[in-house]
């Protein structure tokens, strides 16, 4: 997005410095990775930084006000969820699109959100491996409204841990063979928590436990990665250990699974931004649209863009079985803004909300990004491509 940043970083492009960036990232997940990394970060201009935290702030302040509550509750009207769900989750995560508007202006559109973790961990070593195997400008962070590295530990530390006199885990299914298990690694490298897996959980009262090295271990926290709807997938065993955390147990979660389902595409027809493509849920729509072709129509929980039908007929809408658990979005186009020796790649950035309990609002404070050369923003549209996949954005102070 400037011009002379990306031809300087090009320029000095070779793959020793990307294989070296990929080693020292990949060090954390016994030397492989099992998603790809990016070539290049993207290098953000100061406008268009203030475009995105000012719609991310927007879209918090619906998050933040009173109706929210009320507006979001049907979201998992039909799902067994735990008690205990806190008033807000501790992270949102937004992802948008870099787009360009009528007058050729970069216009950022909201693509989905979610209360839940990201690569929290993972993104501090991605910019550390980049600074270390590639001359970034100096004058550019990831890091946003005044956080830098040890600020967004300590606030990243606070908002799973706490005041640290609780003893939190990691939890998860399975999580040593999940392709995002690297963030696990790093997370636990920064801050120290426990990596444990659903199948080991076990009652006594109301309180759970774990072993670690023979060791029994009371879990006061849980730093939540289980996606509740993947439960549903799992043999019989774990459905039931997951019934154990349907009790009410002296426990608190970052973040709760309700939050997964409130914080979604849920809210986006909820949503008044200029950033919010108009989006509407299928059921509410007597009309079919005679223009398909402007819109994409999605399942509201789903990952990785699953599900997503982006050449809408009306023949997809009317096999729909369940209208209420999906959107018609407009359809945004990304724009092809980074240039690339193989070719221009677009880019979607996901910026990284933490609740600040002192004031209950949210802050923007850190990054990822995600370059495509394919129909959508993912592994199977781009995996014959180069100079795509997960990556960080710089954005000028």
């Not at 841990?161 to 063979?177: A, C, F, N």
């Not at 299928?282 to 599900?307: H, M, R, T």
């Not at 209208?323 to 880019?347: C, F, H, M, R, S």
């Amino acid at each position: 997005m400037i011009s002379s940043v990306r031809n300087t970083f090009n320029q000095a492009f070779t793959d020793q410095k990307y294989q070296q960036m990929l080693a020292s990232v990949s060090k954390m997940n016994d030397g492989k990775m099992d998603f790809r990394l990016a070539e290049t970060p993207v290098f953000i201009d100061r406008t268009t930084k203030n475009k995105l935290v000012k719609a991310g702030d927007e879209i918090c302040a619906f998050i933040t006000s009173d109706a929210f509550k009320t507006k979001t509750e049907n979201s998992f009207s039909k799902v067994a969820t735990p008690p205990n769900e806190a008033p807000l989750p501790a992270c949102i995560v937004m992802d948008f699109a870099i787009c360009k508007n009528a007058h050729n202006e970069i216009d950022p559109k909201l693509i989905e959100l979610q209360g839940f973790p990201s690569l929290f961990g993972l993104e501090v070593f991605h910019d550390r491996a980049f600074r270390n195997s590639f001359e970034i400008p100096a004058g550019f962070s990831p890091y946003l409204n005044g956080t830098d590295e040890q600020s967004y530990l300590h606030f990243l530390k606070n908002i799973i841990q706490g005041d640290g006199d609780r003893h939190t885990v990691l939890l998860e299914l399975y999580p040593h063979e999940q392709k995002t298990r690297v963030d696990f690694y790093c997370t636990q490298n920064l801050i120290g928590i426990p990596i444990v897996c659903l199948s080991e959980i076990y009652t006594e009262g109301n309180e759970l436990f774990y072993e670690q090295g023979g060791n029994k271990k009371r879990i006061d926290s849980i730093y939540n990665r289980i996606v509740w709807d993947e439960i549903e997938k799992q043999s019989e065993a774990m459905k039931e250990k997951a019934k154990l955390l349907l009790q009410d147990l002296k426990i608190e979660w970052v973040t709760h699974p309700n939050h997964f389902y409130r914080i979604s595409k849920y809210i986006m027809p909820l949503l008044n931004s200029t950033a919010v493509p108009t989006t509407r849920f299928l059921s509410a729509i007597s009309n079919i649209p005679s223009d398909l072709e402007n819109y994409v129509l999605k399942p509201l929980f789903s990952f990785a863009g699953q599900g997503v039908i982006i050449d809408v007929t009306k023949n997809d809408i009317e096999n729909i079985k369940d209208p209420e658990n999906w959107i018609l979005q407009e359809k945004v186009e990304y724009a092809p803004i980074i240039d690339t020796p193989t070719g221009a790649a677009k880019t979607e950035i996901r910026l990284f909300y933490f609740l600040d309990n002192t004031n209950n609002q949210y802050k923007a404070v850190f990054n990822l990004a995600r370059l495509s050369k394919g129909k959508m923003i993912g592994v199977s549209y781009n995996a014959d491509k180069d100079w795509v996949g997960g990556t960080l954005a710089y954005f000028e102070i």
